[in-house]
């Protein structure tokens, strides 16, 4: 795979895609073994975080660590954007320092592809405001094949706030590549304008979509996104698009429950259902390690990770 960045799953080929899985599919065993590898040998990588993370930025450092690089975790909070240093000037000045990847959230959406713009040093997008957060859909899709098979027909819904939902976004965008169909559901509030250009089916009630689905994604109403409660509250939220053990039982036994966290128990999920048996969410979290650690190593030592994939020496 050969690419500057990542910055959108909308940019990203059918085929990267699927080298991307099957290069995190090879390192499950080493790393499950408690194996780490050598693709970011002598290698720094920035996490610039302007939005709390608990998932992401953790596993992008323990995946710089599973690969022999070193990390340096930004702190926006303790830094001079807070005298007033604009984002663009920050990060030029963390390249000047000669990392050789940086991670980047941020609440804008655009933001790291502004940054990739004008910089040489690889960016991938941890995050942009409600755009894309193309890690989490590549590690969901990840989670997906390895409890079902291949994704080519397979029937996903996506349930709970689309419209604010950068995952959603992404998660069609591979999920679609891959050759599932998607149907999203929640309040009219929370769908976004224009679902038929993205490709996908929609309902405002679950309950006749949840029979066929193999896969059910539910997602946080994400207030920090919200002008304006755009529902009439959360316990209203619940009772209607909550996944609860009543519409649980409505799914096949072979199905399974994402969520990309963090959860807010008793709205969207209950912890019946999260912990239950279709959940495979803490599996999602360790995939989230296997995929960006095949991120890193994809941008930051290309030839080396194709060579090893291939089964050669390098
Ligand atoms: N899924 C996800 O992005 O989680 P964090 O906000 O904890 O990183």
């Known amino acids: 795979m050969e690419r500057a960045h990542l910055l959108w799953a909308e940019d990203l080929t059918a085929e990267e895609i699927q080298y991307l899985l099957k290069v995190a599919r090879r390192f499950h065993a080493p790393i499950s073994g408690g194996e780490s ?133 992404s998660n069609i965008h591979v999920l679609k590549k891959l050759g599932a169909s998607v149907a999203v559901c929640g309040p009219p509030t929370l769908l976004p304008p224009q679902l038929e250009k993205l490709g996908v089916d929609h309902a405002f009630r679950p309950e006749a979509l949840l029979p066929q689905a193999d896969v059910v994604m539910t997602l946080r109403i994400q207030l920090e996104r919200q002008n304006r409660m755009q529902i009439p509250s959360l316990t209203e939220y619940a009772k209607t698009w909550g996944l609860n053990q009543e519409r649980a039982r409505l799914l096949k036994s072979g199905a399974i429950i994402l969520h990309p966290g963090p959860i807010n128990r008793g709205v969207e999920l209950d912890p019946e259902v999260a912990d239950g048996p279709h959940s495979v969410i803490l599996d999602q979290v360790f995939n989230g390690v296997l995929v960006r650690m095949a991120v890193l190593a994809a941008l930051c030592n290309p030839k080396d990770l194709a060579t090893w994939i291939r089964g050669e020496k390098s």
């Open 37 to 169: 590898l050598p693709f970011l040998h002598g290698k720094t990588v920035v996490n610039l975080f302007f939005e709390n993370s608990t998932r992401t930025r953790t596993s992008f450092e323990l995946a710089t660590k599973k690969l022999s690089g070193s990390t340096l975790n930004f702190s926006a909070s303790q830094s001079s954007l807070q005298k007033g240093e604009t984002l663009l000037d920050t990060a030029r000045n963390i390249e000047a320092m000669k990392p050789h990847c940086l991670v980047v959230r941020h609440s804008s959406a655009g933001s790291p592809a502004i940054l990739a713009k004008s910089l040489s040093v690889p960016v991938i997008n941890a995050g942009d405001g409600f755009h894309e957060h193309p890690t989490q859909a590549l590690l969901d899709a990840y989670t997906m094949e390895e409890k079902l098979g291949k994704l080519s027909g397979k029937r996903i819904l996506i349930l709970g706030d689309i419209a604010h939902s950068r995952v959603a976004r």
